[in-house]
C-alpha cells in the first residue's frame, strides 16, 4: 500500500507532498482508497460533504465501529500524517480477516476531506461539515489564494456542492470512532513506547492580522515618514514567541501575504496568520490576548492600522474516559496515555460520538515536514494494536 500510495500528490522539488482538497492529487488519493476497498470487498461511498467511507456489514444498523483518517496534506507534508492512519486501516482489516474473527457490529473505514485546510485555511472541513460545526453558508465563503471558493472546486472536481452541510443521520451510524495517527511530537520516543493512547488535544485556532500602512518607494522615502506595516508584523511575530514562553504555549505565525509584493516597495498590507496552541483555555487566553496587545500598541506607535479576525476556533478536547480506557485495557493496560497540541477529526468528531486516538512512534518528532517519520517496525505495532483495538470493540 505505501508504494502505490507514496508518488500520489509528491513534489519533485521538495520531496513533500501537495495533496490539497479537491485538485487532481486529491482525486488520485481518493481513487487510491476505493482501490484499496474494492479490493478488500467493502462497499465504498462518498458522502454529501466529500468524505469516502469504506464498509463491512450494513452501514445502516447502527453502532459501527469505524476507523481512518485523511490522505491530504499541508504544503509540502510528509508521508504518514493522516495516510498512516488509512493505511493502517486496511492492514488491521487484513489482520482481523487473518485471524478469523467475527464481526457483531458493522466496520467502517473512513478518509476525511480537507482535514490539513491547507487550500481554503480551515482545517477537518469534511468533519466539521458533516459534524454541524461548519454551516453551508460559511463554507461557501471559503476561498483559496486565487480567488476559487469551496463549491466552485468542488463542482470542479464532480461533487455537487448543494448537497454539503450536517449529517446527522450518518453520525448516528457510529457508535466508536477510533483513529490511529503518528504522533506529531517525541513524547513516545522518550518514554521508550511505540504506541500510545490519546487523553487530550489541546484548545487551539487560527487568527489573521492584517496590519495596513502606506505603499510608498523603498529607496526615496524617507524612514521617519514611513508607514510600513512590515515592522510591525515582524514586532508581532517576536511578541508571539515571548507570550508562548511565558504561558508555556506554542503560537506560529507560518503564513504571510504582502501587497504590493515588490522587492522596492514599501507594502501597503501584510497579512499573517497566527496559529497558537495551548494545554489549556486560560492559558491559551492569555497568550492570545498577550500578543493582540503587543500587536495593537506596535500599530500605533507605527501608524498602522491592525484587524484582527479569529478564522478558527477548536475547545479542548476531553476524549471519552470509557472508550479511551477501554483501548487502554484491549492494549494490555500498560499503554500510556498522552496530550497532544495536533488537531484531527478525532477531536472534531468528538462532541458528537465516542472518540479515540493511538499515536505511533515519532523518532525524530518532526511532522508537516517532508522529514516526517515512523519506522516500519513501529508502524506494524500500530497496526496490530488498532487490530487488538477494532477486535475488541466490533468482534465476538
Not at 81 to 108: H, M, N, Q, Y
Not at 193 to 202: C, P, Q
Not at 308 to 331: C, I, K, N, W
Request: hydrophobic share 40%.
Amino acid at each position: 500500500m505505501w508504494r502505490s500510495l507514496r508518488p500520489l500528490g509528491r513534489s519533485a522539488a521538495s520531496g513533500g507532498y501537495r495533496r490539497y482538497a479537491w485538485t487532481g492529487a486529491d482525486a488520485d488519493c481518493r481513487l487510491w482508497f476505493r482501490m484499496q476497498a474494492e479490493a478488500r470487498r467493502l462497499d465504498v461511498e462518498t458522502d454529501r460533504n466529500g468524505n469516502q467511507w469504506a464498509w463491512l456489514g450494513d452501514p445502516t444498523a447502527g453502532d459501527a465501529v469505524v476507523t481512518g483518517s485523511h490522505l491530504d496534506s499541508v504544503p509540502d507534508g510528509g508521508a504518514f500524517d493522516g495516510p498512516l492512519g488509512v493505511v493502517s486501516a486496511f492492514a488491521a482489516l487484513d489482520e482481523l480477516r487473518s485471524r478469523g474473527v467475527s464481526f457483531r457490529r458493522p466496520l467502517a473505514i473512513v478518509n476525511f476531506g480537507d482535514e490539513e485546510g491547507a487550500r481554503f485555511g480551515l482545517a477537518c472541513v469534511g468533519s466539521r461539515l458533516t459534524s454541524g460545526q461548519l454551516t453551508k453558508e460559511k463554507a461557501y465563503e471559503l476561498r483559496d489564494a486565487d480567488g476559487i471558493t469551496l463549491p466552485q472546486a468542488m463542482e470542479a472536481a464532480g461533487h455537487d456542492p448543494e448537497t454539503i452541510g450536517e449529517d446527522r443521520e450518518r453520525l448516528d451510524r457510529i457508535g466508536a470512532f477510533v483513529e490511529l495517527h503518528v504522533e506529531q511530537g517525541r513524547a513516545l520516543d522518550l518514554s521508550g513506547d511505540a504506541v500510545g493512547v490519546a487523553s487530550t488535544i489541546w484548545p487551539h485556532g487560527r487568527w489573521r492580522y492584517d496590519f495596513h500602512g502606506e505603499a510608498n518607494h523603498a529607496g526615496t522615502t524617507r524612514l521617519v515618514d514611513r508607514r510600513d506595516p512590515m515592522l510591525t508584523y515582524a514586532e508581532t511575530v517576536l511578541a508571539a514567541r515571548r507570550e508562548a514562553e511565558l504561558a508555556g504555549a506554542v503560537a506560529t505565525f507560518g503564513k504571510i501575504s504582502v501587497e504590493p509584493n515588490g522587492v522596492n516597495a514599501i507594502p501597503s498590507l501584510v497579512r499573517g496568520w497566527l496559529d497558537a496552541r495551548a494545554a489549556d483555555q486560560e492559558a491559551l487566553d492569555a497568550v492570545i490576548a498577550g500578543i493582540e496587545t503587543a500587536a495593537r500598541d506596535k500599530a500605533a506607535a507605527h501608524g498602522i492600522d491592525l484587524a484582527v479576525v479569529r478564522e478558527s476556533f477548536t475547545p479542548v478536547v476531553e476524549f471519552r474516559h470509557a472508550l479511551r480506557d477501554e483501548l487502554v485495557r484491549l492494549l494490555g493496560g500498560k499503554t500510556p496515555v498522552l496530550g497532544t497540541g495536533a488537531g484531527h477529526d478525532a477531536g472534531i468528531l468528538s462532541a458528537a460520538v465516542p472518540t479515540a486516538m493511538l499515536f505511533v512512534r515519532n523518532p525524530t518528532g518532526v511532522s508537516h515536514s517532508p522529514a516526517e517519520f515512523a519506522a516500519e517496525d513501529d508502524c506494524v505495532v500500530g497496526v496490530r494494536a488498532l487490530a487488538d483495538a477494532l477486535e475488541g470493540l466490533a468482534c465476538t
